[in-house]
């Protein structure tokens, strides 16, 4: 079974500051994609960036990116500038290769303080 | 915007009462999930379906039913509606491709009180 672990429930930052979000996640599959999703306060779940297992190179969406860590089951995003409205619930993701169901964290609460 | 939809946004109902949450995607997509989410909290997966006729229970144990006629609908049903149902309920759908731009397309999820 797929497992994904957030270990920060809350987190907060300074406006224009840099802040990384850390998940772990634990799998025996050899490709799969990874997820940051945000999800503002009532508002709509929204896909942040995605990471695909077989490619080494990081993931980057403008003031967003995420650290990859294979070996170490590692998955982090970082966010650049933040802005007031980064202020949300952000889940990290995991996807097997076949498409077959999404496995999320329990999330972390991010307030972007101006 | 995501082309899925859920209705009603908000509902508050009596206990005891039959209720049907609506789910549509007009994007063809094969795979279609249900998640309840408690405020602020996690998602626990309830239902999902891979296609038409398909549906299975989820890791987390829901006197929900659901059903899927038509690719488009996914609709979700409590037969009986009691006060531990009261939750946020998400619909999402996925379609996986090959080059790595999947993901799960989410609704604007249904807020349901049951008093």
């Known amino acids: 079974a797929q497992t994904v672990t957030q270990s920060q429930p809350e987190m907060s930052v300074q406006e224009a500051e840099t802040v990384t979000l850390s998940c772990t996640y634990d799998t025996s599959e050899s490709n799969y994609y990874l997820f940051w999703y945000k999800q503002p306060p009532s508002r709509q779940m929204i896909l942040v960036i995605r990471q695909e297992a077989y490619k080494q190179q990081n993931a980057t969406e403008n003031r967003f990116s995420v650290n990859f860590q294979k070996a170490a089951k590692s998955f982090s995003l970082k966010i650049s500038d933040s802005q007031l409205g980064d202020t949300a619930m952000y889940f990290c993701?995991?996807?097997?290769?076949?498409?077959?169901?999404?496995?999320f964290g329990t999330g972390t609460s991010l307030t972007v303080i101006p | 915007e995501a082309d899925i939809y859920q209705t009603p946004r908000y509902l508050v109902i009596g206990t005891g009462k039959k209720i049907t949450l609506e789910c549509s995607q007009t994007?063809?997509?094969?795979?279609m999930y249900w998640y309840q989410q408690d405020p602020g909290m996690e998602l626990h997966l309830i239902h999902y379906s891979y296609g038409v006729n398909s549906t299975e229970k989820g890791d987390l144990s829901s006197e929900s039913t659901v059903s899927r006629i038509r690719t488009e609908h996914f609709p979700l049903t409590l037969e009986s509606a009691r006060p531990s149902h009261t939750s946020q309920y998400l619909c999402?759908?996925?379609?996986?491709?090959?080059?790595?731009?999947?993901?799960?397309?989410f609704g604007q999820g249904t807020r349901l009180t049951v008093v």
């Open positions: 994007m063809g997509h094969d795979k």
């Open positions: 999402a759908s996925s379609e996986y491709r090959t080059g790595g731009d999947t993901e799960a397309f």
């Open positions: 993701a995991f996807m097997k290769h076949d498409g077959n169901q999404f496995y």
